[in-house]
Nanobody
């Protein structure tokens, strides 16, 4: 019953910026690592960035220096600030989290439905 809901996707020109948000809701005891993945047309889903519960980030080489992942544990929310966007960043972006639901006995992997980011030339 725990859900992740992404927002902030849309159409942006090359060189522009977008900020994605992903909020977890439901009966949550704890949230561990969170992350962002993306899937471009005709390609496999790939990791974009992850962040530990303590706020330690990790990035794919393709976005390093351009994207910033952050989280607000009080709001059960993870963010992805995307700057200097390129057409090759066009993809559906998915939020991911390890969530310990209140009525469960451990962490489970939860995925959001995705939000489309389109970067035009």
């Amino acid at each position: 019953q725990v859900q992740l809901v992404e927002s902030g996707g849309g159409l942006v020109q090359s060189g522009g910026s977008l900020r994605l948000s992903c909020a977890a809701s439901g009966s949550i005891f704890s949230i561990g690592a969170m992350g962002w993945y993306r899937q471009a047309p005709g390609k496999e889903r790939e990791l974009v960035a992850t962040i530990t519960s303590a706020g330690r980030p990790n990035y794919a080489d393709s976005v390093k220096g351009r994207f910033t992942i952050s989280r607000d544990n009080a709001k059960n929310t993870v963010y992805l600030q995307m700057n200097s966007l390129k057409p090759e960043d066009t993809a559906v972006y998915y939020c991911n989290a390890a969530v310990w639901a209140r009525d469960s006995s451990g962490y489970l992997e939860v995925w959001g439905q995705g939000t489309l980011v389109t970067v035009s030339s």
